[in-house]
């Protein structure tokens, strides 16, 4: 398949700190790729560099499929872009500002289409396009970043924590936005600290840590490693015992055991296979099981944690 973004031994510094190693990273055409990792990870270099507003130190950049330092004007109108940090203020209403923003972005002759698209998008996403964009709440202002975004229907979207002060009514009209981007054959490279936003959209996922990829794949089978969580009630009165069996699980962690007049409650975390337990508590009149599914921010937790501790200089920092 065709890449809408790929990058090979990207490498950048700032100075003497290291902000990407090495990085190797591809999106698939008509994708949702998920971008996650802890802040200083390297998720807004990266991104900065895929539009040309941070040039690389060494390594290789394309973005459908032209080099962004060659690709000029062009290649923008045919990316919207979400920044991280949006500083949105001035005079100008959301309707002016907009209207600027159709001109030099949307493709050439089709502003008025445009501005059209933008008025659905901001009535999607309740905004007062009449009014200053500097009297706007963070919120409404981060709706018009997405607006400028996505009004011209771009090949790629390029979304720096795009849901940030949005209120969860619209993080999801949000989501929707990128699943109909997507089913319409757009890209899509979303970061996100919001992990259900990585869960409910994207096809594949990237983790970052110290501007190193620490894994990367389809996100069902990053979460397949994840810690599940368990709890059950078993018949008996002898939480000593039970506690005693279920640590001899593999993967069990985080156990705790309480008895009552009538029965054990256990809540307990296990990582990998799950049989073993289930072997176990067959020997039990067990009252009631829950096991929740995987979890990616478990998965993501605990890869940082063996970054951190494998990558040397993890302090190193990206700057945004």
């Known amino acids: 398949m065709t890449a809408a973004v790929e990058t090979r031994a990207l490498h950048k510094t700032y100075g003497q700190r290291v902000a990407l190693h090495e990085l190797d990273l591809r999106v698939q055409e008509g994708s949702v790729f998920g971008l996650i990792g802890p802040n200083g990870a390297g998720?807004?270099?990266?991104?900065?560099?895929?539009?040309?507003?941070?040039?690389?130190?060494?390594?290789?950049?394309?973005?459908?499929?032209?080099?962004?330092?060659?690709?000029?004007?062009?290649?923008?109108?045919?990316?919207?872009?979400?920044?991280g940090e949006l500083h949105l203020e001035g005079r100008?209403?959301?309707?002016?500002?907009?209207?600027?923003?159709?001109?030099v972005s949307g493709r050439p002759g089709d502003a008025a289409s445009t501005l059209r698209t933008a008025h659905d998008l901001a009535d999607r996403l309740g905004v007062d396009l009449n009014r200053p964009v500097r009297t706007l709440s963070k919120g409404n202002k981060q709706?018009?970043?997405?607006?400028?975004?996505?009004?011209?229907?771009?090949?790629?979207?390029?979304?720096?924590?795009?849901?940030?002060?949005?209120?969860?009514?619209?993080?999801?009209?949000?989501?929707?936005?990128?699943?109909?981007?997507?089913?319409?054959?757009?890209?899509?490279?979303?970061?996100?600290?919001?992990?259900?936003?990585?869960?409910?959209?994207?096809?594949?996922?990237?983790?970052?840590?110290?501007?190193?990829i620490v894994a990367d794949g389809p996100v069902a089978a990053l979460r397949l490693g994840s810690v599940r969580r368990v709890r059950v009630i078993v018949e008996g009165t002898d939480a000593a015992a039970a506690r005693a069996a279920l640590e001899r699980v593999p993967g069990i962690?985080?156990?705790?055991?309480?008895?009552?007049?009538?029965?054990?409650?256990?809540?307990?975390?296990?990582?990998?296979?799950?049989?073993?337990?289930?072997?176990?508590?067959?020997?039990?009149?067990?009252?009631?099981?829950?096991?929740?599914?995987?979890?990616?921010?478990?998965?993501?937790?605990?890869?940082?944690?063996?970054a951190s501790s494998s990558t040397p200089g993890g302090e190193e920092a990206d700057h945004a």
Request: no cysteine; proline share 5%.
């Open 43 to 83: 998720k807004t270099t990266t991104m900065r560099t895929l539009i040309d507003t941070i040039r690389p130190s060494s390594g290789t950049v394309r973005v459908l499929g032209e080099d962004p330092r060659q690709g000029g004007a062009a290649l923008r109108r045919r990316i919207g872009y979400v920044p």
């Open 92 to 103: 100008a209403s959301g309707h002016r500002l907009l209207s600027f923003y159709a001109e």
């Open 253 to 306: 962690d985080a156990l705790e055991a309480t008895a009552t007049a009538a029965d054990v409650q256990v809540s307990a975390t296990i990582e990998g296979a799950i049989d073993p337990l289930v072997k176990l508590l067959a020997q039990y009149d067990v009252r009631e099981l829950t096991v929740e599914e995987p979890d990616l921010e478990e998965s993501v937790l605990r890869l940082y944690g063996d």
């Open 143 to 212: 709706k018009i970043g997405l607006i400028q975004a996505f009004m011209h229907r771009p090949e790629l979207l390029i979304l720096d924590e795009p849901t940030s002060g949005l209120d969860p009514l619209m993080q999801r009209e949000f989501l929707q936005l990128v699943r109909e981007a997507r089913a319409a054959g757009q890209s899509v490279l979303l970061s996100s600290h919001v992990l259900s936003e990585i869960q409910q959209t994207a096809d594949e996922v990237a983790v970052l840590s110290a501007g190193r």
